[in-house]
Structures are given as C-alpha cells and as structure tokens.
C-alpha cells in the first residue's frame, strides 16, 4: 500500500530551495558570485538604479543579493542559488579556512541545512571533508539580468 509518505516530488524550477526537513550537499561551480542589490523580494524585487534610484531616495535600503550555479548532489541538477549576506559571511569564512589548508572552494562540497520558517529562517554551510564526483559538461545557468 503505498502512501504520502511515499510521493516521489520532482521539481523543475531551477533555484536551490533548502526546506529545514532536509540538507543539500552542494559544489559551487560559479567561480565567483554575480551581486546584484536589489529593494524588495521575490517577484516584486527591483534591481537599484544605484544613484539615481529612487528607492533609495525614498528610505528603502538596498539589498545585496548573491547568485551562483551549484551542483545539487540530492537533486543531480545544475541549479542557481541565490543568498544574502548571512550566508556569504559563512561562505568567506569557509574559503579562508580552506585557503589556509591549501584546499579550495569550487573543489569542496558544503553540507546547507536550514532551521526556522520564512524569514526567520536560519542556514548553517559546513564543508565536507571528502567531495563526491561531479558529473563533466554540466550546462550552467546565466546568472547575469534577465534570468
């Protein structure tokens, strides 16, 4: 007898979701990420027109945005993750310790697990000692305006 607690869910969307219920190990295949600031979230984001914007005219401050292609070893897709300095910081501190050991980023997978809900949520990166294969000829996605 089969049962919910058996649906297989396929996702075709191509950004990165990390649920509290479940860790991703990830590879960065972005060797650096494209920033984007932004004022708003989600679909009513709007990229700042830096000094002339009048967003930030208005009081509305900026966000910074950061956008890199990942390998999903969970999903076995190419898939855009979008963060914002939370885990950037987590992410600079990781490449300095890696650094330090004479290891590097795009050559470590990180362990992402999230806790909380919505905008509480709170994620924690922990690199992997040992790095699972990564297929070769992965297609990226353009990271760049208009995604």
Known sequence: MRSYEDLEIKTTGKYLKIDPS????IRLLSEFPHVRMIHGFGKEAQECAGD?????AGGIEAKQRFYVNVY????????????????????KKIAVTLK???????????????????????YTLTPRMAAKPVPTGLVLHKL???F
């Open 52 to 56: 002339h914007c009048t967003n930030c």
């Open 22 to 25: 479940e860790a991703h190990d």
């Open 72 to 91: 999903d070893h969970n999903t076995k897709k190419v898939l855009v993750w979008e963060f914002g300095a939370m885990i950037a910081k987590q992410l």
């Open 144 to 146: 760049d305006l208009p």
């Open 100 to 122: 330090e050991e004479g290891r590097i980023m795009l050559e470590t997978d990180l362990k992402v697990e999230a806790e909380g809900a919505d905008k509480n949520r709170k």
